[in-house]
């Protein structure tokens, strides 16, 4: 009798078991198939203010993973963009300009491959007219240097590098578009190191 009871308790408690399992198992699979709140959509500046393409900048750093975002970063850039690097970031003997070509493949691996991007340009500075880069004529282009700060980790265990703000500083040169002299791109970029 005891072996019974003992079977009949089993049989009830798989059967309680199976029948919890079951009340449950919908509300899970619900969970599982529901769509992912999207984010709202971006409102991106309109480049009609030299702000407006450091704006650019930065919200497509804040959103690497977005679909589109690298054609945005891309049409930012002048046909004549290049980036100067800090001479200390640089190892002896390479080249001290990346092309844009270069900035653009770079720029689209740290997108693809962060798992922490976050760039910040000091939000207001003076803008100085400037008429040459490098002894070659820049038509209408516009000058600032401001302080930014980056913070990047790619891979989960990845160290996490940061600038230190209070050295890290960047000048940026705007120019017009070379399709609609109304808006504002980036021609070009020196980075003076942190």
């Known amino acids: 009798m005891v072996i019974r009871e003992g079977k009949m308790y089993l049989r009830k408690t798989i059967i309680f078991t199976m ?7 919908p509300a899970c699979l619900d969970e599982a198939v529901k769509p992912v709140k999207e984010a709202p959509p971006i409102t991106w500046p309109d480049l009609s203010g030299e702000e ?3 704006r ?9 993973s977005l679909e589109g975002v690298m054609t ?5 850039l002048h046909s004549d963009y290049f980036f100067g690097l800090a001479p200390e970031d640089v190892v002896p003997g390479d080249p ?3 092309t844009r070509a270069e900035d653009i493949a770079i720029t689209g691996v740290m997108f693809r491959e962060q798992t922490i991007l976050d ?16 002894g070659s004529a820049c038509t209408g282009c516009r000058t600032t240097t401001r302080q930014y700060l980056i913070q990047a ?19 940026i ?6 399709s609609d002299a109304s808006k504002w791109v980036i021609r070009a970029i020196y980075d003076h190191g942190t």
């Not at 980790?153 to 050295?167: A, V």
């Open 19 to 25: 029948l919890a399992v079951l009340a449950v198992l």
């Open 52 to 54: 407006d393409a450091i």
């Open 56 to 64: 650019t900048l930065v919200m497509c750093y804040d959103n690497p």
């Open 72 to 76: 945005i970063y891309e049409n930012l």
């Open 96 to 98: 001290l300009i990346l």
């Open 119 to 134: 760039l910040e340009i000091v939000a207001s500075g003076l803008w100085h007219d400037l008429t040459e880069i490098g």
């Open 153 to 171: 980790q790619f891979g989960r265990n990845g160290d996490i590098y940061r600038s230190n703000f209070e050295d890290a500083l960047v000048t």
């Open 173 to 178: 040169i705007v120019a017009p578009d070379e």
